[in-house]
Structures are given as structure tokens and as C-alpha cells.
């Protein structure tokens, strides 16, 4: 696929970088620290390093209980007739064998073709062995967050009120589950090295897996879900990566899930604006600032400005965060200006004749149907 490359300032880079890795030593040496010292420390049992959870893969045991408990999920309307359960497509309803299946056809057939060489081959025609790196190393920060999404459903469905709740988490738990299975396959069939979680992913997924009640739902179901939600809908339209659309279609789910909880059981005026829970959400948004400038260089070498993609992503989540109840130290407006801000002072100090642009007024998301999904999932007229 051929790109047209933007042009990075290099110095700027080479200081992100070296930034990045004493904020990751850092933020690591500190767990580390704290959990020799029993009092916390890192809260997940991943090895970002390895892309695996502690224990490695134990792929036989995958296969063996999770892969056939997927292929034995039972249709209740199948064997619930009585129910108002209509969980079977026209496809199962002819051919019932399919009604026990959890994936769908379409996920299945791009799972199988993952795993062939006619997919790699695909990979090395479309892309360069750089632009194959840059989308690696974009797809694993959304990999690794995969792996804290799966821990992180899993606490919350045990906060959550209301059997309901609870089947739609349970749902969350199974599809976060799925999501790293398919693709850290999808990412592994590039063969191109797979780096760790940097510093600033480690204190947001950190972050999120460490904060307490439905607090959890502002770093994952809003922000983190909100990033994979985003970088989903700017890449699904890329060769080879047209399963991203089906991701897509379930992070669109995850992200409406705070909104459909909370419609029920709203937040109170002290829940949404006390300052400790305000400052505690923006010390999870923080990290994502020089995220984007980490990765400024990966998105260039795809021909995407990390500025409108991050200014559309800043947007979204802001507009779904103050709609649901979870407030920042600043007013929404106010917040989407300082980081504005911060995109056009970066911008200003890294770029030849840099002027000023208005980025949170992008839209990155390249497809009309996951617009359209996004459109439904963020009320983004009526912000």
C-alpha cells in the first residue's frame, strides 16, 4: 500500500524516546519497590515483554477450555423457546450445528486466514518492512491494553448492579478475551518485532486496573476503550486488516456501556465533581499527552498526522466522559482547549512553520458504517 510518509522532526523524537525510557524505568523500579516492600505494586500478572500473561501462553489449556466452551455456547433460543432471548442469526437458524458457535462466520474465515501464508504474503505486498513495524507497534499498544481490558471487566462485573449489568460485563469479559486471542495473532502474523507497553501506557492501564468501584469504567470502558475504539476506526480500512471492523464493532459496545449503566443509576453531583475523583481521572488522561508524542513517528510513517487522529480521539472521550458523569478538574470546553493547546505547543516547537490548528476538530475514523457507529456511541452533534 503506498503511503505518503510526513516528515518528523527527528530531535524531537530521539528526546521522546529517551524520555520515555526514564519514565518507564522509573514508574517499573517503583512498583517493583513498593511490591518487595508488600505494599502494592504492580497490579497486573502480565508480562508486557513477553505479550503474555504470567504462566506464558499455555495455548493447550486455551484450546482445550476456553476455545470449546466458545464452541459449545449453547442459543437460548434454541433451547428456550419460551424466552425472549433472539440471539440466532438466519444462518444458525438453518443449519443448527452453528447455534453452539461463538464466533461468527466472518471472524472465523479471517482467524483462519491470519494463520496462512497467503495472509503474510498479503502483509509483505502491501506494506514496507517500516510501515509493517509502525503498524505493530500501533496494534500492540491496543494488544497489550487488550490484556488489562480482560482483568479490568472481569473486577468491574463484580461492582456492577442488576443481573443485567452483569450479563452485558460477563459479554465484555468473554469478547476482551477474544480480542487478545485474535490479536495477538493478527499482530504476531506481521513478524516484526513486538515491543513492550511504554512508560505512559504502563500508568494508564496500571492506573485504571488500580482504581476502585466504577471508577474503573472512566480508564477502561471511556478512555482506554476509547483509544482502541479509535485506532480501530482509523486502520480498518488498511489491506489485511479488515477484521479491525468487527473489533471495532464491539468496542463501540464497551464504550456505550457506561452510558447505558449510568442512565439507571446516575452518578451523584459528589461522584461526578468531588476533586479527588477529578484529579485522579485527568492523572489517567495525562499519560496519553506524550503518548501521542511517542508515537508520532509510527503514525507519520502510515501517512497520519498523530495530532488529528489524537485530537479526534480527545474529542470522543471528552464527550462521552461529561455526558456520563465523569468530570475533570477543568470544565469540558476548558479541557478540550488545554489539550489543544499542548498538540499546537509541541507542534509549534517540533515543526517548520508550524500554525496553529484547531485538532480536536479532526475526524480520524476513516469507514462511513464505523462513523456511523462512533456517531451513535459518542453524541458527537450534540456536544
Same mark, same amino acid.
Given at each position: 500500500?503506498?503511503?505518503?510518509?510526513?516528515?518528523?522532526?527527528?530531535?524531537?523524537?530521539?528526546?521522546?524516546?529517551?524520555?520515555?525510557?526514564?519514565?518507564?524505568?522509573?514508574?517499573?523500579?517503583?512498583?517493583?519497590?513498593?511490591?518487595?516492600?508488600?505494599?502494592?505494586?504492580?497490579?497486573?500478572?502480565?508480562?508486557?515483554?513477553?505479550?503474555?500473561?504470567?504462566?506464558?501462553?499455555?495455548?493447550?489449556?486455551?484450546?482445550?477450555?476456553? /476455545?470449546?466452551?466458545?464452541?459449545?455456547?449453547?442459543?437460548?433460543?434454541?433451547?428456550?423457546?419460551?424466552? $425472549?432471548?433472539?440471539?440466532?442469526?438466519?444462518?444458525?437458524?438453518?443449519?443448527?450445528?452453528?447455534?453452539?458457535?461463538?464466533?461468527?462466520?466472518?471472524?472465523?474465515?479471517?482467524?483462519?486466514?491470519?494463520?496462512?501464508?497467503? %495472509?503474510?504474503?498479503?502483509?509483505?505486498?502491501?506494506? =514496507?518492512?517500516?510501515?509493517?513495524?509502525?503498524?505493530?507497534?500501533?496494534?500492540?499498544?491496543?494488544?497489550?491494553?487488550?490484556?488489562?481490558?480482560?482483568?479490568?471487566?472481569?473486577?468491574?462485573?463484580?461492582?456492577?448492579? $442488576?443481573?443485567?449489568?452483569?450479563?452485558?460485563?460477563?459479554?465484555?469479559?468473554?469478547?476482551?478475551?477474544?480480542?487478545?486471542?485474535?490479536?495477538?495473532? +493478527?499482530?504476531?502474523?506481521?513478524?516484526?518485532?513486538?515491543?513492550?507497553?511504554?512508560?505512559?501506557?504502563?500508568?494508564?492501564?496500571?492506573?485504571?486496573?488500580?482504581?476502585?468501584?466504577?471508577?474503573?469504567?472512566?480508564?477502561?470502558?471511556?478512555?482506554?476503550?476509547?483509544?482502541?475504539?479509535?485506532? %480501530?476506526?482509523?486502520?480498518?480500512?488498511?489491506?489485511?486488516?479488515?477484521?479491525?471492523?468487527?473489533?471495532?464493532?464491539?468496542?463501540?459496545?464497551?464504550?456505550? +456501556?457506561? =452510558?447505558?449503566?449510568?442512565? /439507571?443509576?446516575?452518578?451523584?453531583?459528589?461522584?461526578?465533581?468531588?476533586?479527588?475523583?477529578?484529579?485522579?481521572?485527568?492523572? +489517567?488522561?495525562?499519560?496519553?499527552?506524550?503518548?501521542?508524542?511517542?508515537?508520532?513517528?509510527?503514525?507519520?510513517?502510515?501517512?497520519? /498526522?498523530?495530532?488529528?487522529?489524537?485530537?479526534? +480521539?480527545?474529542?470522543?472521550?471528552?464527550?462521552?466522559?461529561?455526558?456520563?458523569?465523569?468530570?475533570?478538574?477543568?470544565?469540558?470546553?476548558? *479541557?478540550?482547549? %488545554?489539550?489543544?493547546?499542548?498538540?499546537?505547543?509541541?507542534?509549534?516547537?517540533?515543526?517548520?512553520?508550524?500554525?496553529?490548528?484547531?485538532?480536536? /476538530?479532526?475526524?480520524? =475514523?476513516?469507514?462511513?458504517?464505523?462513523?456511523?457507529?462512533?456517531?451513535?456511541?459518542?453524541? *458527537?452533534?450534540?456536544?
Amino acid at each position: 500500500m503506498k503511503f505518503e510518509k510526513r516528515e518528523v522532526n527527528e530531535t524531537a523524537q530521539s528526546v521522546n524516546d529517551t524520555l520515555e525510557n526514564y519514565v518507564n524505568t522509573a514508574v517499573r523500579s517503583f512498583d517493583n519497590l513498593m511490591g518487595t516492600l508488600g505494599l502494592g505494586g504492580r497490579a497486573a500478572d502480565y508480562d508486557d515483554t513477553a505479550y503474555e500473561f504470567l504462566g506464558g501462553a499455555n495455548d493447550e489449556l486455551r484450546k482445550k477450555h476456553y /476455545d470449546k466452551s466458545l464452541r459449545l455456547l449453547w442459543k437460548a433460543e434454541k433451547h428456550a423457546e419460551w424466552s $425472549s432471548f433472539k440471539d440466532l442469526n438466519k444462518e444458525e437458524e438453518t443449519l443448527l450445528k452453528l447455534a453452539s458457535e461463538s464466533l461468527n462466520k466472518l471472524e472465523k474465515k479471517e482467524l483462519e486466514r491470519m494463520k496462512s501464508a497467503e %495472509f503474510k504474503a498479503l502483509l509483505n505486498r502491501e506494506y =514496507t518492512p517500516e510501515q509493517k513495524q509502525a503498524l505493530v507497534n500501533i496494534l500492540s499498544m491496543i494488544g497489550h491494553g487488550e490484556a488489562y481490558a480482560w482483568l479490568v471487566s472481569n473486577e468491574v462485573l463484580r461492582d456492577v448492579k $442488576s443481573t443485567g449489568a452483569k450479563a452485558a460485563l460477563t459479554m465484555q469479559v468473554m469478547e476482551e478475551a477474544k480480542h487478545f486471542v485474535v490479536l495477538r495473532e +493478527l499482530i504476531q502474523a506481521f513478524d516484526m518485532p513486538i515491543p513492550r507497553l511504554t512508560g505512559y501506557e504502563y500508568l494508564i492501564l496500571e492506573g485504571t486496573l488500580k482504581s476502585k468501584g466504577l471508577e474503573k469504567f472512566f480508564g477502561m470502558n471511556v478512555l482506554v476503550e476509547g483509544i482502541a475504539l479509535s485506532i %480501530f476506526g482509523a486502520l480498518s480500512k488498511f489491506p489485511g486488516l479488515e477484521i479491525l471492523e468487527m473489533f471495532h464493532l464491539d468496542e463501540s459496545r464497551h464504550c456505550a +456501556l457506561p =452510558t447505558n449503566y449510568l442512565k /439507571d443509576r446516575p452518578l451523584t453531583w459528589w461522584e461526578k465533581n468531588n476533586p479527588v475523583s477529578t484529579i485522579k481521572r485527568f492523572q +489517567l488522561v495525562l499519560p496519553a499527552i506524550p503518548l501521542a508524542f511517542k508515537m508520532e513517528k509510527d503514525f507519520a510513517v502510515l501517512g497520519i /498526522d498523530v495530532f488529528d487522529f489524537g485530537g479526534s +480521539l480527545v474529542r470522543k472521550v471528552l464527550n462521552l466522559a461529561y455526558r456520563v458523569g465523569f468530570h475533570l478538574p477543568m470544565p469540558q470546553e476548558a *479541557m478540550k482547549e %488545554f489539550i489543544n493547546f499542548l498538540f499546537n505547543a509541541y507542534c509549534m516547537a517540533t515543526r517548520k512553520e508550524h500554525t496553529y490548528q484547531k485538532y480536536l /476538530d479532526r475526524e480520524a =475514523t476513516m469507514g462511513e458504517k464505523e462513523r456511523a457507529v462512533e456517531q451513535e456511541v459518542f453524541m *458527537m452533534a450534540s456536544a
